[in-house]
Nanobody, 126 residues
Framework: QVPLVASGGGLVQPGGSLRLSCGAF????????IGWFRQAPGKERERVSC???????DYIDSVKGRFFVSRDNAEATVFLQMTNLKPEDTAVYYC????????????????????WGQGTQVTVSS
């Protein structure tokens, strides 16, 4: 089991920002592509963003230009900077690790992510 810990969620007003962190303990993060997923109440979990082993980012259309994913392999941490947050961004956010994707790619398929962290709640409300 690869331990991943997501943190940084909270309550923020529309237009505000949050930075989520995905920490990995006792394993080499650089061997994995990392995905960020979210699940809103009553909805299916969806992929939000991912970052390849090489550091190439990918985003769903609804967060492009607002969310920015980055990684610090030395610190074994992946970040999701979220700006201009909207009420529809409210969800539990999860990070997950994928070992199988090529170096310059990250998977869009949830089933490729084999290690998951616990979620962190993000609430966007005035």
């Amino acid at each position: 089991q690869v331990p991943l810990v997501a943190s940084g969620g909270g309550l923020v007003q529309p237009g505000g920002s949050l930075r989520l962190s995905c920490g990995a303990f006792r394993f080499t993060l650089e061997h994995y592509a990392i995905g960020w997923f979210r699940q809103a109440p009553g909805k299916e979990r969806e992929r939000v963003s991912c970052i390849s082993k090489s550091g190439a980012p990918d985003y769903i259309d609804s967060v492009k230009g607002r969310f920015f994913v980055s990684r610090d392999n030395a610190e074994a941490t992946v970040f999701l900077q979220m700006t201009n947050l909207k009420p529809e961004d409210t969800a539990v956010y999860y990070c997950a690790a994928d070992l199988s994707s090529p170096y310059y790619d990250c998977s869009h398929s949830e089933s490729d992510y084999v290690y998951w962290g616990q979620g962190t709640q993000v609430t966007v409300s005035s």
